[in-house]
């Protein structure tokens, strides 16, 4: 096997055989859980051992302290006696009275070769520690709505990389949340991005997403410490692109024994594709250390394991500004976007060397049209993967060709076209509507993957009050019912808010 392919095929280096094709699931009634299959291989075996075993590991475990709420843990799945401390060390760097909602569990597969992924969707997982609950409404959804994910059972019954995190999670939680276990089938940047795209609705902070995956496969110790080390920082600039070309290039290192730079690197590639969408999220190291360092290991040939976490940085509103002729020359592109497109079809062409550092930020924002002083048109995007000023044109297009509510924008039109933007501030999840300020605070509304927002604009044009505003987003925006929000999770954002003059 050359070193390429050795880097392409890694998440099926225990395979015995290499199943092609995608087998489509079927939304699952039938409750048939998943037992244990390397109970007694790669951990102990019987809950008492077990326990005893982890509380071992997370008595030596060396948590890291991040500032914010943990969103995601990268953590390894080798057996408990080689990467259990750093396993342990990622864990136990959540407080144990954090509270969840769901724990995503994204690996790559070992032993099976199939398009997209699977999610579990038959039933629960069970361990020595007892059953671990899987949300099989969010797994179906996840089937029924996208086309790359489906359930394959055999994607799970031998895989162990999900496995083995169970356990970790039974013992350090109190009250284990519902898990939703996801196993990639495809090693490809196009798979990642599609999985994300998949996965970026429950990409929130209620929601903890664990990636199981070990770093480089074989070689001696001195070349596994400094490989892991470029690939660590890689991870650390929140940049897929980056860390993608750091394993191509680790892969063809002349290397003595590697196989892999990185066994699941397709699974952390598709969280970094949503992490880097994310403007208030970072990455810190918990803990590096590989088999070599057990004593069991032989530091000839060895497996690298990373913890890292991901958490939630606390930005206060006024982390993004913009002054007046920035603002002045986001309207002259949402303006020339509209005329030329609604005109020609075609985007006009924008010299971006010539924008002020603050248009390249990549924060989100909304377009809305107005024509007589009524709604013409309005759409936004939160999570951008685009600087600002192509965020506008998006948006400006959008607005005006793709708002259900209203016809495409016509030519005759356009004089009488008025454009108001709003560039947007980190959601903030509230626990409180007490939260919410009406006027000041824009609403976001989100509940078994639906969703809907209003800008903070929408109390003043409306007069509706905080209850008004939530019941209106939550039936007419988010389409869960008037009461819906009450058993919602809610977010916040403010809204740096400006218009166009002299055109109504």
Not at 240 to 259: C, H
Not at 409 to 423: A, G, K, N, R
Request: proline share 7%; with cysteine.
């Amino acid at each position: 096997m050359t070193r390429n392919r050795s880097f392409q095929y890694c998440t099926v280096l225990m395979a015995a055989f290499l199943i092609q094709g995608m087998i489509r699931g079927q939304e699952s009634t039938a409750q048939h859980d998943r037992s244990p299959a390397f109970a007694g291989t790669f951990y102990p075996g019987n809950k008492q051992a077990l326990n005893a075993n982890l509380k071992e590991l997370f008595a030596t475990a060396s948590p890291a302290s991040p500032e914010g709420r943990i969103r995601t843990l990268i953590v390894p799945h080798a057996g408990y006696p080689y990467s259990g401390v750093v396993a342990a060390s990622g864990y136990k760097t959540i407080p144990q009275d954090a509270h969840y909602k769901n724990i995503f569990i994204i690996a790559s597969s070992h032993r099976e070769h199939f398009a997209g992924a699977s999610v579990y969707a038959a039933g629960n997982y069970l361990t020595p520690l007892g059953v671990a609950r899987v949300n099989r409404q969010v797994a179906n959804t996840l089937i029924r709505e996208n086309r790359n994910i489906s359930f394959l059972e055999k994607a799970h019954d031998r895989e162990h990389s999900i496995e083995v995190q169970i356990p970790f999670l039974q013992y350090h939680f109190p009250k284990l949340p519902p898990i939703v276990p996801i196993v990639m089938g495809t090693s490809s940047p196009e798979a990642a991005r599609s999985l994300a795209t998949a996965l970026m609705p429950y990409f929130t902070p209620e929601n903890l997403f664990i990636i199981s995956s070990d770093f480089s496969h074989y070689p001696a110790y001195k070349d596994a410490v400094r490989l892991d080390r470029l690939t660590g920082e890689a991870i650390l600039k929140k940049d897929p692109e980056l860390f993608y070309r750091t394993l191509q290039k680790n892969s063809r290192e002349p290397v003595p024994n590697l196989a892999t730079p990185c066994c699941g690197w397709s699974s952390i590639l598709t969280m970094l594709y949503m992490a880097e969408r994310t403007d208030n999220m970072e990455f810190s190291p918990v803990i590096y250390k590989n088999s070599g360092d057990s004593p069991i290991g032989d530091k000839n040939r060895v497996v690298g394991y990373w913890a890292i976490a991901g958490y939630e940085t606390t930005p206060g509103s006024d982390t993004f500004t913009l002054n007046e002729q920035e603002k002045e020359t986001l309207l002259k592109i949402s303006r020339n976007t509209l005329e030329t497109y609604i005109q020609t079809g075609d985007l006009p062409r924008i010299e971006d060397k010539t924008l002020p550092p603050a248009l390249k930020q990549e924060t989100g924002a909304f377009v809305t049209l107005h024509m007589g002083g009524r709604l013409r048109g309005c759409i936004g995007n939160f999570a951008p993967d685009k600087p600002l000023y192509m965020v506008v044109q998006e948006m400006t297009v959008a607005a005006a060709t793709r708002d259900i509510r209203f016809a495409p924008v016509e030519p005759p039109e356009l004089p009488y076209i008025h454009i108001e933007i709003s560039v947007l501030t980190p959601l903030k999840k509230i626990e409180s509507i007490d939260e919410f300020q009406p006027g000041k605070h824009g609403i976001y509304i989100t509940k078994d993957g639906r969703s809907g927002t209003y800008l903070p604009q929408v109390a003043v044009e409306t007069g509706w009050n905080r209850e008004e505003l939530l019941g209106h987003c939550s039936r007419e925006k988010a389409k869960i019912g008037w009461d819906g929000w009450k058993e919602a999770d809610l977010y916040v954002y403010e809204a740096i808010v400006f218009e166009e003059e002299n055109k109504q």
